[in-house]
């Protein structure tokens, strides 16, 4: 093994897991390179309980973490030479707002620049399948070369074999099998296209005559500063809930009663309303249990606001799940995961 990566016993996790809980790892390590992964990639195959995590952005310790904890920080983009389209390569433990900047200060967008300002890594991205304004990752990816800890090989994925749905993909319904090491994605250079259709992106570029993904960009970077909390300052995990898909019939008995709820027809059968909406109406709106609160300005948002405890922020969500279903006959899925 590689002797300049120590393994690091009884790791705290407080500066390394986004909602800065009070959690300890038994193990710990940090790759860097890819050299770094080829050299301890036997040890941590070995291991039977080991989680691989970018900045937790996207996850709640409900208890100190009995295994090795593996933080991804191997970085790197670089264009695919000859490709056309254009080809990007993204190793997974690169940032993804790093790597939407670089797509955007080169001109090169087709969606990319919708999904500024999503915390996390570019692995845990696809993993998630994070999404925002109308896009998702997946609309970008064209494969994914990842480490099966089972046949102890990489294996390069295409894009059709790995099952997305909404915020959810292949590699989360199979936790732990795998380690994503790079991705590739199609960009399209100086586009003259862009999905504007959701939330108030067009009214905030109304006085604008020509559009390039850094301006879509920088619009929406400032849309999202000025709802969603940082959570370097504000420990959170961006959206806990997912956005629930119901039936018509289910939506058109909620409009009769809700005139005002928001909604996106998904197809003839489905329409996504958003959860938002629903945990405010239920009351919500900067409710605390223990040191834990759902945000002020953004109801999807549960935030560490005073030293909360990991029963704090799961008994909250709790509590919405329980009173928006009542309310609402909708239940809320957490977009979190609980480990």
Not at 19 to 34: G, H, Q
Not at 82 to 91: D, G
Not at 224 to 241: A, M, Q, T, W
Not at 270 to 298: C, M, Q, R, T
Request: net charge positive; hydrophobic share 40%.
């Amino acid at each position: 093994m590689n002797k300049t990566i120590k393994i690091q016993k009884n790791k705290s996790l407080k500066q390394i897991n986004a909602f800065k809980l009070d959690v300890f790892a038994s193990e710990f390590i940090e790759l860097k390179t890819m050299n770094d992964f080829h050299e301890n990639i036997e040890y941590i195959s070995k291991k039977d309980k080991k989680m691989i995590i970018g900045d937790a952005t996207n996850i709640l310790f409900l208890n100190d973490f009995d295994g090795l904890i593996v933080k991804n920080s191997i970085k790197g983009i670089e264009k695919l030479p000859n490709s056309s389209p254009l080809l990007i390569k993204a190793y997974s433990g690169e940032i993804w707002n790093d790597f939407v900047h670089f797509s955007v200060n080169n001109d090169l967008g087709g969606g990319i620049e919708n999904l500024v300002k999503i915390p996390g890594r570019v692995g845990s991205g696809i993993v998630q399948n994070i999404g925002a304004y109308g896009v998702e990752i997946k609309d970008l990816l064209v494969s994914v070369e990842a480490y099966s800890f089972e046949n102890n090989k990489i294996i390069t994925f295409k894009k059709e074999e790995l099952n997305f749905e909404y915020r959810n993909s292949f590699f989360k319904k199979n936790n732990g099998k795998y380690f994503i090491i790079s991705a590739i994605f199609q960009l399209q250079n100086k586009p003259k296209s862009f999905i504007l259709d959701y939330g108030n992106i067009k009214n905030n570029l109304k006085n604008i005559d020509k559009l390039t993904p850094l301006i879509i960009a920088n619009t929406i970077s400032k849309i999202r500063e000025n709802k969603l909390p940082d959570y370097k300052v504000i420990g959170n995990c961006g959206s806990f809930f997912k956005n629930p898909i119901i039936n018509y019939s289910l939506f058109n008995l909620l409009k009769s009663k809700y005139k005002n709820i928001p909604s996106y027809p998904i197809n003839e059968n489905l329409v996504k309303i958003p959860a938002a909406w629903l945990i405010e109406n239920s009351g919500f709106k900067g409710y605390e249990i223990g040191g834990a609160s759902v945000y002020d300005k953004h109801s999807l948002i549960i935030i560490n606001k005073n030293n909360a405890t990991p029963n704090d922020i799961k008994s909250l969500s709790e509590q919405i799940i329980t009173k928006v279903f009542k309310d609402f006959n909708v239940k809320l899925q957490t977009e979190v995961i609980f480990v």
